[in-house]
């Protein structure tokens, strides 16, 4: 399976993503915190066990093979940080819902766009790393859309689109995670600067 094919794996299984904005339109504020925080408790359950079950980590490896990343394997996988950003989204700007759109769809689709822009058209490297310009551009333009598109005023849009485009730049580690701190970061600039 070549890089570029992997990422569109990986991608369209990020796309699950929008089922917690779903979920938080459907459910509804607050309620939908509950439901949420339950697969959170979940998810982080069952991640904890893969450390200690080779059987189980075995299996989960193998089951999404091509969309976990080498370093997911004895760390904290993309959905854990997924949920837990979405979550605390929902939970520090849960009263605004055009500001958990724009974060929501940062994420999903900005994060993406960042990803499989780099990987085909990416040929300027940022400061020595994997990223691109072509991809951080990417990256920018769509949360900028998305942004405008959920309601979101010129600033508030630009500012939620520069700070995921900047949380995303930023290299993943053991512990710091770019599906935890995208759409956390894209609320907090647009809530700052007057959002809804």
Not at 72 to 78: D, I, L, M, P, T
Not at 115 to 144: M, T, Y
Not at 166 to 176: A, G, K, Q, W
Request: hydrophobic share 55%; with cysteine; glycine share 8%.
């Amino acid at each position: 399976m070549t890089d570029f094919r992997r990422e569109i794996g990986r991608k369209a299984f990020h796309m699950l993503s929008l089922v917690y904005l779903a979920a938080f339109h459907f459910i509804g504020y607050p309620r939908v915190i509950v439901p949420l925080a339950a697969w959170l408790a979940f998810v982080a359950a069952v991640e904890t066990e893969r450390f200690s079950s080779e059987r189980l980590n075995r299996a989960l490896t193998s089951f999404f093979r091509g969309m976990m990343r080498e370093t997911e394997q004895r760390a904290y996988s993309g959905i854990f940080h997924t949920t837990a950003g979405c979550l605390v989204t929902i939970l520090i700007v849960g009263r605004r819902p055009c500001v958990v759109t724009a974060a929501l769809l940062c994420l999903a689709l900005g994060d993406a766009a960042a990803a499989l822009v780099g990987k085909a058209w990416g040929r300027h490297r940022l400061f020595g790393s994997a990223k691109s310009v072509e991809g951080s551009l990417a990256c920018l333009l769509v949360c900028l859309g998305v942004g405008l598109t959920a309601g979101l005023g010129p600033l508030a849009a630009a500012g939620a689109a520069f700070a995921a485009t900047s949380v995303e730049l930023m290299p993943t580690t053991r512990f710091f995670n770019d599906n935890l701190w995208m759409p956390v970061a894209a609320a907090a600039a647009a809530a700052a600067l007057g959002a809804c």
